[in-house]
């Protein structure tokens, strides 16, 4: 890693949301601006035990009752009258599965994650001591709308398609759009609509998955983004056309760019949105390396 | 409750979102016109094992490591190089503790809940089928803040101060702000605050709250709100000055107000916010009576 | 199921121990005799998050590290050394995964458990008010095993085979045993041996499996057993070849004779068992409805 | 530790299941011999979420409903009868809150275990690769229970009293017992009682408990014992009379002997209990440093 270059330090040496500096108030300001009909839209996918992509080592989320109307006692105690209460949910859910962000302490190469803090300031116990998802704040600002499968004339991109800078540069010339450093780019690949008809049809996916690639990982590094998202597992493509988690290493390690995964971005196809004013609020779970989120897009 | 009015029906017998549909593209487009900076404010207190306010039987969430870069056998089956790899996270959280969102399926009263569904319709296998947090999508529109504390002249209410519709209409005046239909409403007690600085003494504060109370939930199902938020456990106040649940039910059951409670808003009232553009963007868990969520205020 | 005979009232309309009363002093006193070499088996298969079989609305459990050696600074606020302290993890499991034992609140049938208690005296949240698992306690006493794979002169029986009374006569001749009352009787299918085989070649079994039928159930109900386990998921075949759980209903419901499920036999069979002294402790959960044991069985 | 003696190589450089080795199969037969009237005692205090010591940073487990009699739809999907289905739990607990096991891997000192395997052979993804619960197998073995609040003439130990070698010698006198080689020896401090009984009077106990000290430890080598229980959170008092975790490094660390810890013992003492057979039986949760147990004890 060390021929390559990075922005450790570009922020100062404390520094633990890399790009997301980028999101100052001027740039929201400016996003603000993206806002053409007050149409919003959510981008995550359901939380539930089945039916949506999980992988196996982290398991399906479980959504269970901790209180409900079956179980009126409970709410005696408290003096409430026959037939009040609350319903209640505990949730279990592994931070990296389904719709989420990536904190900066998410992956490590060399043994270190952005800024060179060493890769050991994640602790099995605490966790991230270092670029916790706690660190990131809301996302806010200009999100840029990439339809890469329509590009390509298809409803999804094929299991092997890897996503180049050229790709990309056609996509801004195709919806005539432009990426300016500090904005959020949104890159769909179709795969997450696919998945959940292949589902419906009882059918499944292969492991294997299109994603953006080393050129396209320059290009939104030249390009200064702020964060990159897309409709899959890893935003870059399983499996990587350069190392194990290339993708990962060149924007989220020596760039400091945030992931958002697992979006599903088949309405903003339909409506051919471009800009929007983007959100994504990760909760502040103290040293976690991710947070489940439901991003939002504001045409 | 037969007696009361209430807003079933309004926006259809089928309607699982209550006031949320007062969110229109307009009020969005309309809301937008509070950004006056572009500085944002996140609302949300950390998620983490221990020092936050908890009901015990809900019990405190955990951060849970599923992956480190202290098991790095892990990753090579992946082939990943050495020093190479992924932290994750699993989450356990109790959806009403710290600062969420309530859906319609959470409070009923004669055996319903909002829009007169049954609250059997809450399952404890598959949870809420009508009007789970998944059917709300994101919160966004105009958030009035208002900042009762400092009305009171304390940095925090007394536990045993009920918020009337007064305070809210002298409020209103000393900010020379006006709560309109579709409003998000934010009222402060500075509970949240005392709390940590009671847990940072080593003390505990007592299970009552201030909060609103009748005449106040009066006053804003007239003023037709959208949502209201607050920064104690249950907006309202403990115990209540009327029934078990009071504004819960007056609010959520009959007028399909949702709540976002457990809000941090002392550096609201530190920058003497009034009106701002508020997102909060629930995580759309199927079935579930309410979700965490960290709520954006953009001055 | 009511012009079928059944057990409720026979140990007092209170009771929540069903067949478990059959379990007395005298009774381990007679057990104690089958032990002849004080070989001692465990019976249970391991937990682990990959590898085990698990009904997918379940999940599969995890073990998730709470503390450890990597997290040093934890415990330094009590004082320890560097180098010293403890590992300690988190277990997330469903109850009825894997080997586990089934209270007789269970099942239910005709909105009824065991001994006429309403089906509804099984909260979502306070769980089994009536037979929850921690009413049973122990099960100690004598072990019969009938290697019932063996006597078909197969590894494992085929998944559409159902044991019946005959089957049980038939291994009782041949391995030479036979049940008394108040015995605990397990039978050997080979499925769980068959199930780790298939998945030690990347292969999948079907959902359908080897387990007792009608007229076993009917069989072991008149030899008046204490408990009934099985290698399998549900002791019963799947599907049933009477109605939907009909074996768990005839010997749970009816009778009161729980069921442990989920073991592992293997060793049994190659050591030709046939009596042993049994101890399957299920953790006193309260209220729920069934327990992950590690039964012991000692020849 | 370079100077202590230790019983490390004892079984082989590569055992992980140190004293339990003593529990040969002519160990077991000579303990069925301790077998007198067939009385059986189960010594796990109930899961629940309130009302059981629990160290805060574990948190209080849960039972919560997996499916139930309140949703009559899950079953219908596999064509069950109205009325007809299964109540199911999962469960969340801290491994090593409540009564349980500690496997060899639990406690490190000078960054090893016992055996001298590295601590950080405990992985926080996969954790114990090495002395992990699941080698254990389940502790069968002639108990030999001591009353050392008995001995003291008092209901519980106070909080600051340190059992020492002389108690331990006194109580064998006064009971009439002794120690041999390969027993598992159960202490009884009262503590357990103490602490339902605070609880029942709304009030709590202090942190520091009552256990066995430095030379008890010491003597319960010599007496080469294979197992060491007690009614309290450590087997050893809070704080320890020699280093933090002096006694677990001394029975577990260097000489491979196990504790069971959070047992109730009150039964044990109402009936003057001495010998007893044995049987614990950890679930074999793969990589586990500890499990929930409901150890028996047959009189």
Request: glycine share 10%; hydrophobic share 40%.
């Amino acid at each position: 890693m060390t021929t390559e270059t990075n922005s450790w330090g570009r922020w100062g040496a404390d520094d633990e949301r890399g790009a997301l500096n980028k999101l100052t108030e001027e740039n929201v300001m400016s996003a603000v601006r993206a806002i053409a009909t007050g149409r919003s839209y959510q981008l995550a996918i359901p939380i539930q035990h089945a039916g949506t992509p999980v992988l196996d080592y982290r398991g399906a989320p479980h959504r269970l009752t901790l209180s409900s109307c079956h179980d009126p006692e409970m709410f005696s105690g408290y003096g409430a009258p026959a037939g009040t209460g609350a319903n209640e949910d505990i949730l279990m859910i592994a931070c990296h599965n389904g719709t989420h962000m990536d904190s900066l302490s998410h992956v490590f190469a060399d043994d270190k994650i952005y800024n060179g803090f060493a890769a050991e300031t994640f602790k099995p116990n605490s966790g991230a001591s270092r670029a916790g998802i706690e660190k990131c704040g809301p996302v806010i600002g200009r999100a840029v709308f990439l339809d890469i499968a329509e590009l390509h004339g298809v409803s999804s991109l094929a299991a092997d398609v890897v996503i180049t800078a050229d790709d990309i540069i056609a996509a801004e010339r195709r919806q005539e759009v432009e990426i300016r450093p500090g904005d959020i780019v949104l890159l769909r690949t179709g795969w997450m609509e696919a998945y959940f008809e292949a589902t419906s049809r009882g059918e499944t996916l292969p492991f294997e998955q299109p994603g953006i690639g080393k050129s396209a990982s320059k290009l939104l590094v030249e390009r200064d983004v702020a964060v990159v998202g897309s409709d899959n597992w890893a935003v870059e493509s399983i499996p990587s056309d350069g190392g194990f988690l290339e993708a990962h290493i060149e924007l989220q390690v020596r760039h400091g760019i945030p992931f958002i995964e697992g979006l599903t971005l088949g309405e903003l196809s339909r409506d051919k949105a471009g800009y929007g004013f983007f959100v994504a609020s990760p909760l502040p779970i103290t040293g976690a390396s991710g947070s489940p989120v439901n991003p939002v897009f504001i045409a």
